[in-house]
């Protein structure tokens, strides 16, 4: 790649910020979602949002939208917050998100509850630097500038990394950047590194001379959510279903690692991602993860979160994230610190 030309294909996937199904004609939704259609039949719907090449496709493809005996509505967000808005709002009965946002909503006293959860690996989480870099270790981060995602995942395993390797973000110089943003930066040598996550990392590496200087393993939690509206919760008929739903969630998450190249595929399609770099993605991250109960090793690793992006000034206050989980579907999924699956070296 030449250093100040970007490709298109390394620009289309701007809506998979966090951790993210669309098709057909879209109409405006509440905060900033979009529709994307309905599935099943019945007298009950379960308003869900997605984000581009989430859920809904994950569902379709592994066929669990099929003979639905409850009808589901999708609303298509561009990222976690927004999404989080429409569940706070009540527009959204249920919708997933990665580990953070969660974390920003509860801080605003959004009405949420985080209702189940997975497990991934965190090899997909990195710090990226050119090939040709002379950082060879995180301690060589010292002095450099950084381009993050301001209160993303990534800036939290950014921090995480940093203290590891016996630095603070006063020891770099941070560059609060979205994805393009970054990427263009990273590109053009505008900065020495970029902390950022999948499929992000593995475009990186596919297509913007990148490698990777470190990864979550061992600093980050892997942990996904989904998070529902309290009046959805309590409405007995909604609560019935949100529990079918998450179990669809389960055996769609488990098609995807013994389907990875059908999977991969579809995600392509669905995303405009290059199918080498979605099927890279599948492999160290999307197709590892491992539904989980949101038991209290989960809530401890949360807390980790709310308590460091509070001693940061990210969020205005710390706060006990447990008071933000309802673990009525845990039921028979595994522990929290089950871990991810893997594909052997491509893991």
Known sequence: MRPRH?????????????????????????????????????????????????????LRAAGELDHLPYKIKWSTFTSGPPLLEAVN?????????GNTPPVFAAAAH???????????????????????????????LKGRSIAVAQGSSANYQLVAA????????????????????????????????????DPYTSQALDQADARVLTTGQGTVNGLSFQV????????????????DYVDRLRRAQNWVFKHPDAWATAWAKETGLPRKVALDAVKRTRGTA???????????????????????????????????????FNGDLPPSSTAPRTYGKAG
Do not use: M
């Open 6 to 58: 970007l490709t298109p294909a390394l620009l289309l996937p701007l809506t998979l910020v966090l951790a993210g199904c669309g098709g057909g004609p879209r109409a405006g939704g509440a905060s900033g979602g979009t529709g994307s259609g309905t599935d099943g039949k019945g007298s009950v719907t379960l308003n869900v949002g997605d984000q581009k090449g989430g859920w809904e496709a994950v």
């Open 89 to 97: 709002a009540g527009a959204v009965d249920v919708g997933g998100v």
């Open 110 to 140: 959004s009405k949420i509850k985080v209702i189940a959860g997975t497990h991934s690996s965190a090899h997909g989480e990195a710090v990226l630097v050119k090939k040709g870099s002379p950082l060879k270790r995180p301690a060589d």
């Open 162 to 197: 940093l203290k590891k390797a016996g630095l603070s973000t006063k020891d770099v110089t941070l560059n609060y950047l979205q994805p393009a943003d970054a990427l263009a930066a990273f590109s053009r040598g505008k900065v020495d590194a970029w902390a950022v996550w």
């Open 228 to 243: 529902a509206a309290p009046a959805a919760l309590a409405d007995k008929k909604k609560s019935a279903v949100l529990k």
């Open 290 to 328: 491992v539904s989980v109960a949101v038991d209290k090793a989960a809530i401890a690793s949360e807390q980790k979160i709310v308590d460091t992006f509070a001693s940061l000034k990210l969020i205005p206050r710390s706060f006990d994230f447990g008071s933000f989980v309802d673990p009525r």
